[in-house]
């Protein structure tokens, strides 16, 4: 069992900034990609940001040059830095992690936490 704890979001004026963390815990054994979706109101679950066990990091064209997703490694976390937030930034989002649990028998999990909400006021 893997668990990802969000921690950060809540509400800024537009052109402000705001960060995530997430901490994934539990039987890791290794995690090859960790990721930022995001749920608008009336909106389907959208890719904002994700890197890879290797660094490599793809982000959605409507937050390039804006956001910024990083990973520690070692403490299993992921962040992401939103700066000049735009309203249409406003939304629920959702850290996931995909990699293998269990050092004895690895298997494979795809984990989700449990939202935060990010609200851009304008």
């Known amino acids: 069992q893997v668990e990802l704890v969000e921690s950060g979001g809540g509400l800024v004026q537009a052109g402000g900034s705001l960060s995530l963390s997430c901490t994934a815990s539990?039987?890791?054994?290794?995690?090859?990609?960790m990721g930022w979706y995001r749920q608008g109101p009336d909106k389907e679950r959208e890719l904002v940001a994700i890197?890879?066990?290797?660094?490599?990091?793809n982000y959605a064209d409507s937050v390039k040059g804006r956001f910024t997703i990083s990973r520690d490694t070692a403490m299993n976390t992921v962040y992401l830095q939103m700066n000049s937030l735009k309203p249409e930034d406003t939304a629920v989002y959702y850290c996931?992690?995909?990699?293998?649990?269990?050092?004895?028998?690895?298997?494979?999990?795809?984990?989700w936490g449990q939202g935060t909400q990010v609200t851009v006021s304008s």
């Open positions: 996931n992690a995909k990699g293998y649990s269990d050092v004895r028998s690895p298997t494979f999990f795809d984990s």
């Open positions: 539990g039987s890791v054994f290794s995690i090859n990609a």
């Open positions: 890197v890879t066990s290797g660094q490599s990091t």
